[in-house]
């Protein structure tokens, strides 16, 4: 089914897929993972934690245009959307995580909409390419971070998100 803005409800999340390197890269760890990247949509807006922003929200037409992803749209149905609203709201301004350590500062996308909607599992987290159990990819990501690999620490990804059993799958956005 396609939706446009106007069919979401408050607090819809939002599974997005891109093309960039380190979309293939989170997607690459799972064979069937197809999302990169999750927010979670208030008010024509979407909140969700970027490398280049942080935990931040912003007009969901604005983020659309500029980043150009395909979007599916899940709900939770037993949803309190105004505490969830709040608890989002509590972490704008945060940084990103770009360790995905679960004990680093700030937040990652995932870790964001699980910790503002607590109804999902962490999974050890995963960074192989079907290959190898640590891609080239995520090697040279950490060498430069200065940091060991976060292999199955615990976390999240948008796919293992999606793949909830509280959640429905409502449909793709047009845009």
């Not at 037993?78 to 505490?83: G, H, K, R, S, W």
């Not at 679960?102 to 909607?117: F, M, N, T, W």
């Not at 040279?140 to 199955?152: D, F, I, Q, T």
């Not at 948008?158 to 793949?163: H, K, N, R, T, W």
Request: proline share 4%.
């Amino acid at each position: 089914m396609n939706l446009i803005i106007d069919d979401l409800h408050q607090g819809d999340l939002l599974f997005m897929i891109d093309s960039s390197d380190i979309s293939k890269a989170i997607t690459g760890i799972d064979q069937a993972s197809i999302y990169s990247h999750v927010g979670i949509f208030f008010d024509n807006m979407v909140y969700h934690a970027t490398q280049k922003k942080g935990v931040n929200k912003q007009l969901l037409k604005e983020y659309l245009t500029e980043e150009k992803k395909e979007v599916s749209v899940y709900r939770y149905l037993n949803l309190d959307a105004e505490q969830v609203r709040e608890e989002a709201e509590k972490n704008l301004g945060l940084p990103y995580n770009h360790g995905f350590y679960p004990e680093d500062k700030g937040l990652y996308c995932s870790q964001y909409i699980a910790k503002i909607l607590p109804i999902f599992e962490t999974v050890p987290m995963k960074f192989g390419d079907g290959v190898n159990e640590i891609s080239d990819y995520w090697k040279e990501y950490y060498e430069k971070l200065g940091s060991e690999v976060p292999l199955n620490q615990p976390g999240t990804n948008p796919y293992q998100l999606s793949q909830s059993e509280k959640l429905e799958f409502i449909g793709k956005l047009e845009q």
